[in-house]
Structure formats: structure tokens, C-alpha cells
């Protein structure tokens, strides 16, 4: 499978961005220069997640693994092009499985542990899959038996009895395999992954990318993290998406460094991970960090001398966070904002010293006129349009959509005709709501989504602005806005809190007060508050806005 015109592909490819690796070709590189170096890690506790023992495999090891798997699948009838439907956590098994549909040119297509039949029934009826692979066994959860009955006429294969049982180092038929790629080498350019968008404003949507496009994600990664080679990364997060891919999968192979995987999200377990392997980059939410940022004598229990980089995003920062984990751990923080259709901004020490700066906003790539060094600048264009209008915005200040090109952004989605998608001249329109920010104007500010602005009587109200005021509020846990419907200006604003252990939610008056005090203006102020055990989180942490609308709809305004 291909998406990209003959004509990207030459642009893209002349211009030195897209070249001929794949995800397999790189591993064989790997295992033939420092093979007895560690690939991959389990998480310790795997065991216990899924009753498979956890390993430890280096790169010769990992290779003659995936050639197995490639093998064994070939002999279940899987061939170049066919989709496969994958539900894993973080185990070897998984970074094994990307490398042998890369090497029979298979299309993997994971998703998350945490989604049930009706997820699954939607993801099989997008992506036509020849076969589902899960686990027996994922703590209680019996996923092959669940798909089994979900999709009764797709196959579903276990991973540890169906296929890959056993030692990774077994012999296989190894005469099928090179058959299978004499036939059919895979190419730079075919589809390796068909990912899917976190559906917090609709149904998830496949996301089809290249080796070429996961390759220059992970270029843009490595540059903002300063990777090197040889690093011990530790993956926190899912196998499915953007941040563990683009951000761990691919430089593990660019750049022959240690994958050491941890799930689910476990702050102990992951702290005694970033010692025990001396870990020198991972990523983390920040909620974990903030709560380290507090905690000191949690840093000072543990040796994280290895450790170079906290890398983090999904929502604002806290400048006091980056400032005591930079300041007093000596680590730094990369600030990354990105998505599986290819977006790829982060904001870094070099590009944004000032922790305030750092936090929230993001450097202008590909725009004439900016400071900016490096790849990701060179090879991506970005711009804010008028989502209504489709006007080009270049003053400060002025919310408007981002737009965005390059190498790293993918070609459409899955089954879908475009409509909407692309600007005229061929930019990813990404929904997202910014302003160009900073002083100088070098930046862009995050405001939302397009589709989350509350319109109050004519007034715009960004949700994540004010998401961002009032988390830091002492006596909340989690705090997220959303919109409800009023008669007489249309929309009005819910504040849906979390309190903090020990601490009453505020009346909301004195939530009201309380923004006034900080400088939000008057007709931004909640005028419902809705306490709440827990907000409603899809599997990757994004907060999913339209449930707390629902929920909020649903009760009479008092």
C-alpha cells in the first residue's frame, strides 16, 4: 500500500528528506554493527500483566526474533499489503511484531489495551484487517476470546501460542521468508503503520504512514532531544501512537539505542525503571513531573544521574515545574506537541530558555524570517488560516487553525476522500486553534481545537486557556471546562473539578474570585460547577470534552 503521488515521493526524496530505510532495514543494521548490544527490555512486572516472562533481547536477537515472526506469518497467509489489527501492551513481543510486518511488508495497526467491542468493531470495519493478534491473558481481560466474539469471522491469532510462542532464538523456516522478499522487497515509501486519531471529537480516524514519514518524525525527535547514539530510552507510553513510535520505536533502530518499555503507567515502577537501566531520555505526563517537581525527596531517594532529558507535552507545562526539575534535578525538559498525522513541534532549552516560554509556546517552523536552525525547520512549512475563511493570519494574537506540511505529515485518511483535510496548496489543516505569540512574535501559542471553542454571545472562550488558569488552583486535582447550551447566548461555561486529597471543591463563586484575581475577564467565568470523582480520559490521558458535555447537558442548571 502507497499514498504518496510519485511526484511527493521525487520532491521529498530529491530535497534529502525521505531516502531508502525501513523500520527492518535499519535493524538489520543494528544487529550486524552492535549486535550484542540490548534492543529492547520488557517491563519487570510483565509477568503479572499478561503471565508471559519478561526479557531481554539484543539486536541480534531481536532480529532473528522478527525474522521468525515474519516467518510464522507468512505461513498463517499474510502477505505484502495485508492489514493486521494488533492489541498489545509494551512487550517485546510488540517492537518484535512492527519489525516483521515491516519485513514482509504487512501493515500493522495497533490499538489500545483499554478499548472494548465496540472500539474494536469500529477499527476492523475501517481497516479490513485479515487477522486480529492480541494476548490470551492482559490482566483479566481476555482479549483474543473478546475479539473472537467481537469479529467471529476474522481470524485471531495469540501472541505467545498462535504465533510466537516459545524461545525468540528457535530456528525457522528462513527459506519462506527470503522467498517473500526476493517477491516482494518492501519500499521506503509503502505503508507501514495505519495508526488512529484519539477520537475526542468523533470516531477515530486511520492515520496511513510511510517508513519515510515515521523516519523524519524521529529525526525531528532526535533533534529535539539531542538523542545520540547508543541511548538507553525508556518508553512510559503506549506502542500505538506518535509519542512512543515516532518518539522511541524508530530512533531505537535509527540510532541503535535501548528500548527499555514500561506500561501501564505505574510512577514507582517507572522511577525504579529510569534507575535501575540508567536511563538516559524518557518521556513523561505532566502530572508526573508536577508531582515530582513537589516532591523532592521522591528525586532524592533514587540515582537518575544517567538521565539527560524529560521529554513531555499533551497540555501546558507549568513553568515552576521546568524551572525546579531543570534548576534543582539538573535534567532538562523538552516540551513536545505533536500528533499521528504528522504534526511535529517542540519547544527545547536552545529554543526557548525562558520557562515560561518553554511551557506553553512553540517555535514558527518553516516560516521566512524566523531564527530557527535544523532539520525540522528546513523541511516543514506551517501556517495559521482563518478556519472559516481560510484567510492566511499573521498578526499576533489572532486564534486561527494550523497548518502544516513537510516529510513527517501523511498523505490523508484511511477511506477518506480528503474533503477538508489539505488547504489548496496541499497543508495539513490540523484542527488545532493557535496565535502567533511571543515577544518577538517567533512562536505559536496552543489556544484549543476548533471545534472545542465555547461561543459565549458572540465571544470566542478557548477551553485550554482556561484549563491552564485553573490548574493551578491549590485545591484541585483535574479541572477541565467544557460548554453547555443557554437560550439566550447560546453557549455558557461548566468548570468540572477534581478536588485535591483533603481539600473541598470551591463554591462557584469562589472559583469566580479566584480567576478574576489572576486577570481572566469576566465573560470567561465558569457560571456552573459540576464536582467530579474523575474526568473522563481517552486511553492515550486526553481529556475527552464532549463526555463532560454530555454529562453536564443531562442535568438541569440549578
Not at 263 to 273: F, K, N, T
Not at 362 to 373: A, D, E, N
Not at 456 to 461: C, F, H, L, V, Y
Request: aromatic share 6%.
Amino acid at each position: 500500500m502507497r499514498t504518496s503521488s510519485p511526484e511527493r515521493i521525487r520532491e521529498m526524496t530529491e530535497r534529502g528528506f525521505w531516502g531508502h530505510d525501513t523500520l527492518h532495514s535499519l535493524l538489520a543494521g543494528c544487529a550486524e554493527s552492535h549486535g550484542d548490544r540490548l534492543a529492547v527490555a520488557d517491563p519487570p512486572n510483565k509477568a503479572e500483566l499478561c503471565g508471559i516472562p519478561p526479557r531481554r533481547l539484543d539486536f541480534s536477537t531481536l532480529q532473528h526474533f522478527s525474522g521468525r515472526l515474519a516467518s510464522e506469518l507468512l505461513g498463517c497467509g499474510v502477505r505484502s499489503g495485508d492489514r493486521l489489527l494488533v492489541q498489545l501492551p509494551n512487550i517485546s513481543e510488540l517492537v518484535a511484531l512492527y519489525y516483521a510486518c515491516s519485513r514482509i511488508g504487512a501493515i500493522i495497526s495497533p490499538i489500545p489495551v483499554q478499548y472494548a467491542p465496540h472500539e474494536i468493531q469500529q477499527f476492523a470495519a475501517a481497516l479490513s484487517p485479515v487477522a486480529f493478534i492480541g494476548l490470551a491473558d492482559f490482566r483479566g481481560d481476555k482479549l483474543c476470546a473478546r475479539a473472537a466474539e467481537t469479529l467471529p469471522d476474522l481470524p485471531v491469532w495469540i501472541l505467545g501460542e498462535t504465533i510466537g510462542a516459545g524461545d525468540p532464538a528457535a530456528e525457522f523456516d528462513r527459506e519462506r521468508l527470503s522467498d517473500q522478499q526476493s517477491r516482494h522487497p518492501p519500499d521506503a515509501n509503502d505503508i507501514v503503520t495505519i495508526c488512529w486519531t484519539s477520537g475526542t471529537t468523533g470516531a477515530p480516524k486511520g492515520v496511513p504512514r510511510s517508513h519515510n514519514m515515521w523516519i523524519a518524525i524521529a529525526r525531528n525527535t532526535m533533534e529535539a532531544g539531542d538523542y545520540r547514539e547508543g541511548e538507553i530510552l525508556l518508553a512510559p507510553f503506549p506502542l500505538i501512537n506518535m509519542a512512543a513510535i515516532g518518539g522511541f520505536l524508530f530512533p531505537s533502530a535509527l540510532l541503535g539505542a535501548s528500548l527499555v518499555l514500561h506500561h501501564p503507567m505505574d510512577p514507582p515502577l517507572y522511577l525504579q525503571q529510569l534507575q535501575d537501566e540508567g536511563a538516559t531520555f524518557t518521556i513523561a505526563p505532566p502530572a508526573l513531573l508536577n508531582h515530582l517537581a513537589h516532591q523532592p525527596a521522591l528525586w532524592q531517594q533514587g540515582d537518575f544521574s544517567s538521565l539527560r532529558a524529560f521529554g513531555s507535552g499533551s497540555v501546558p507545562l507549568s513553568p515552576a515545574m521546568i524551572e525546579t526539575v531543570e534548576g534543582d534535578y539538573g535534567k532538562s525538559i523538552i516540551n513536545f506537541y505533536g500528533s499521528n498525522e504528522g504534526i511535529s513541534l517542540f519547544s527545547t532549552p536552545a529554543t526557548a530558555p525562558e520557562p515560561e516560554y518553554r511551557a506553553a509556546l512553540f517555535p514558527r517552523l518553516g516560516v521566512p524570517g524566523m531564527p530557527w536552525q535544523g532539520q525540522a525547520h528546513a523541511s516543514t512549512v506551517t501556517r495559521v488560516i482563518d478556519p472559516d475563511t481560510g484567510r492566511e493570519i499573521t498578526e499576533a494574537g489572532v486564534p486561527g487553525e494550523l497548518c502544516i506540511s513537510g516529510p513527517a505529515v501523511f498523505d490523508g485518511y484511511l477511506g477518506h476522500d480528503g474533503t477538508g483535510v489539505f488547504t489548496e496548496d496541499g497543508l495539513f489543516r490540523t484542527g488545532d486553534l493557535v496565535e502567533i505569540a511571543g515577544d518577538p512574535p517567533n512562536y505559536y501559542r496552543i489556544v484549543g481545537r476548533c471545534k472545542d471553542i465555547i461561543n459565549r454571545g458572540g465571544m470566542k472562550i478557548s477551553p485550554a486557556d482556561l484549563d491552564t488558569v485553573l490548574e493551578g488552583h491549590p485545591d484541585l486535582a483535574e479541572v477541565a471546562v467544557c460548554a453547555y447550551a443557554d437560550p439566550m447566548l447560546g453557549e455558557k461555561i461548566c468548570a468540572c473539578v477534581v478536588p485535591a486529597a483533603g481539600a473541598e471543591p470551591p463554591t462557584l463563586e469562589a472559583l469566580g474570585q479566584w480567576l478574576l484575581e489572576r486577570g481572566v475577564a469576566k465573560f470567561k467565568l465558569p457560571e456552573r460547577i459540576k464536582v467530579l470523582n474523575a474526568l473522563p480520559r481517552n486511553p492515550l490521558g486526553k481529556v475527552v470534552r464532549s463526555e463532560l458535555q454530555t454529562l453536564i447537558e443531562k442535568e438541569p442548571s440549578s
